[in-house]
């Protein structure tokens, strides 16, 4: 068998095939981002914020739930099965979201693609962090997370062009075909797996393992605790960006190309972000980057309560942005830092069932309340919650 090296630089080409992936894997979120709140009033007749965001909350369950399984099980059945299964299962996504004749059918899309982002996505972290080893993990889950979130804003982008040139159905679905067909392809044909690089780097770690896994990650132990509870609310401003945005730049008369510009910003900047800031968690204070990072984006949430113009907006889409590319890599290089190799997959999993749960509880509650006080009172909430998330980190964290 050929000798198994860690290191980006030994291992190249799979991580750069494995980072290609997972911008099809964004790709696929990215299709919904700009337009499925309008096509859920268009098409639909909804009104209600709740029911619109109903989508939001399945698929944040749904992804959850995968993510923990797919931790749980990718050191049984190997990471390139679990990535190969996400891709069968997204298969059928264009062709509901295409075709839906009820809310319903896009319900059931999006449970699907819970699955898929918790199959594809967990896989690819956990193989990239595999092949790196321990000295540039922070600039590995930077180039994924900015393939799989500038694909996002690419995408968010195409879609809502497509749709204000060509109408909100077919046109922009058609992208899911391409990157199920690509993303099921490179998965199964090129992509290896790194089992026996978890296995190298096993013998020669000297990190306990943790006894009760989910509840230390979850909670008990102070910084994969502290990186859990922010995950959530970093994940629950995200669901009401993705559910409520668009609403709101609809409620100030934008057109549907500014609002797809505007909601394309966030997370272009937040992936070209990350490839700066997953090297700079390698160097730098992960318990600084966490705590600045969540408040740049609570204080970014409630300035959007008080901006006006195309040029507000935009703005602090970026300073969001910014935030959210400071933390992303910086969760789960530290996560990874923390935990015993044999059980890293596993508490990558714990982090992002709850990081994921966020999905759901944001859309859930900004759902509500948005209902019963307005779309302003949500997000001031949401604003106020991410606050509170930078002041426990700051305060639990040890230095580091």
Do not use: C
């Not at 997972?22 to 859920?40: D, Q, S, Y």
């Not at 004749?101 to 956990?126: D, P, R, Y």
């Not at 500014?258 to 900047?269: Q, T």
Request: positive net charge.
């Amino acid at each position: 068998m050929k000798e198994i090296k860690l290191g980006l630089r030994e291992n190249w080409q799979q991580f750069s095939l494995l980072v290609i992936v997972n911008g099809f894997v964004g790709g696929m979120v990215g299709l919904e981002r700009t337009i499925l709140p309008k096509i859920a009033e268009a098409d639909f007749a909804i009104a209600a914020k709740t029911a619109i965001l109903s989508f939001i909350v399945v698929f944040g369950v749904a992804k959850a739930i995968t993510n923990y399984y797919t931790g749980t099980l990718a050191n049984r059945f190997g990471r390139k099965r679990l990535l190969v299964l996400g891709w069968l299962v997204a298969v059928p996504i264009p062709f509901l979201l295409i075709h839906a004749t009820s809310w319903n059918w896009i319900i059931v899309a999006n449970v699907l693609l819970g699955i898929n982002q918790g199959l594809t996505w967990s896989s690819t972290v956990v193989m990239k962090i595999d092949l790196v080893g321990e000295k540039n993990r922070g600039l590995a889950m930077g180039l994924n997370e900015s393939a799989g979130y500038l694909a996002v804003g690419a995408v968010a982008f195409l879609s809502g062009w497509l749709a204000a040139e060509y109408g909100l159905r077919p046109y922009p679905f058609y992208l899911g075909f391409v990157f199920v067909t690509l993303g099921l392809l490179a998965s199964w044909l090129l992509v290896n797996d790194t089992i026996h690089h978890v296995q190298k780097e096993t013998n020669a770690s000297k990190l306990p393992l943790l006894k009760n896994l989910f509840w230390e990650t979850s909670w008990k132990h102070p910084e994969l605790g502290s990186i859990s509870q922010a995950g959530l609310v970093n994940n629950l401003n995200d669901g009401m960006i993705w559910g409520l945005f668009p609403m709101l730049l609809a409620q100030q008369k934008f057109e549907l190309t500014d609002i797809g510009k505007i909601v394309a910003l966030y997370p272009a900047v937040w992936g070209i972000g990350q490839l700066f800031t997953g090297k700079m968690a390698d160097h730098y204070s992960k318990k600084r980057m966490l705590f600045w990072g969540m408040f740049a984006q609570g204080l970014a949430l409630f300035l959007f309560l008080y901006a006006e113009s195309f040029l507000h907006f935009a703005l602090l889409s970026v300073l969001l942005g910014i935030g959210t590319a400071v933390v992303y890599p910086t969760f789960l290089a530290a996560i990874a830092d923390y935990a015993h190799p044999q059980q890293r997959a596993e508490s990558i999993g714990i982090f992002r069932l709850w990081r994921d749960l966020g999905y759901a509880v944001g859309a859930v509650l900004t759902g509500i309340i948005a209902d019963v006080l307005g779309i302003y009172w949500a997000v001031g909430t949401i604003a106020s919650l991410t606050l509170l998330s930078a002041t426990l980190i700051q305060a639990r964290m040890r230095s580091y």
